[in-house]
C-alpha cells in the first residue's frame, strides 16, 4: 500500500489543522493506520491510532482532547483533526500503515505542521 499525507501548513498557536492520508495501491480497510510526528532533534514519536474498521481509536496522552483520528474506508484515507495547536506541536507529521497488532508496515512521506507562536 502506499500512502500519501497532506494538509500541513503553517498555523497559529491556538489554531486547528486537518491532516489526510491517501492510501492507494491497496484497500485501505485491510491496515491499521496510525499518525506519527518527528520535531527537529527528537525521535518519532506515535501520535493516534486507528483500527481497520475504525471502531477503535489510541491516542497519545499529550494529544487526548486536542487531536482526534477517524477514517473513510470508502475514500481510502485517514484524518487528524488537530485542534489548540502549540509550537511544541511543530514537526513533519508522518502516516503509517500496518496489519494485525502492528500500525508501520508501511509509511507515507511526511507533512510539515509548524505552529507559530
Known amino acids: 500500500v502506499q500512502l500519501q499525507a497532506f494538509g500541513g501548513g503553517l498555523v497559529q498557536a491556538g489554531g486547528s489543522l486537518r491532516l489526510s492520508c491517501a492510501a492507494s495501491?491497496?484497500?485501505?480497510?485491510?491496515?491499521?493506520m496510525g499518525w506519527f510526528r518527528q520535531a527537529p532533534g527528537k525521535e518519532r514519536e506515535f501520535v493516534a491510532g486507528?483500527?481497520?474498521?475504525?471502531?477503535?481509536?489510541f491516542n497519545a496522552n499529550s494529544e487526548k482532547g486536542r487531536f482526534s483520528i477517524t477514517r473513510d474506508n470508502a475514500r481510502n484515507t485517514v484524518f487528524l483533526q488537530m485542534s489548540s495547536l502549540t509550537p511544541e506541536d511543530t514537526a513533519v507529521y508522518y502516516c503509517?500503515?500496518?496489519?494485525?497488532?502492528?500500525?508501520?508496515?508501511?509509511w507515507g512521506q511526511g507533512t510539515q505542521v509548524t505552529v507559530s507562536s
Open positions: 503509517a500503515a500496518g496489519y494485525g497488532a502492528s500500525w508501520t508496515d508501511f
Open positions: 486507528i483500527n481497520r474498521s475504525g471502531g477503535s481509536t
Open positions: 495501491g491497496r484497500v485501505a480497510s485491510r491496515y491499521n
